[in-house]
């Protein structure tokens, strides 16, 4: 079972606030308000997304790698997060 599953309500929670923050900055740029604030509006997005993304792959590395049953197990684990983790930083 994916790890995602069981915290399932919590990370839609989060997801849902990410997509209230987003559209915060859609009404702020029809608002035609300030730079700087929509600058502000841009960076809690930005934070609450890398959160999100943190938590996941956290739970990642202690789910399917540390906790991993099996030696392959845990190898694709790690493999898998190494690939999401280049995509994440290019």
Known sequence: MSHTILQKDKLIARTRRLRGQLEGVERALEGEAGCAEILRQLASVRGAL?????????????????????????????????????????
């Open 50 to 90: 890398a959160g999100l993304t943190a938590e996941v792959m956290e739970d990642h590395l202690r789910h399917h790698v540390v906790g991993a049953e099996t030696e392959a197990g845990r190898r694709q684990g790690g493999e898998e997060l190494i690939e999401v983790i280049r995509t994440y930083l290019k």
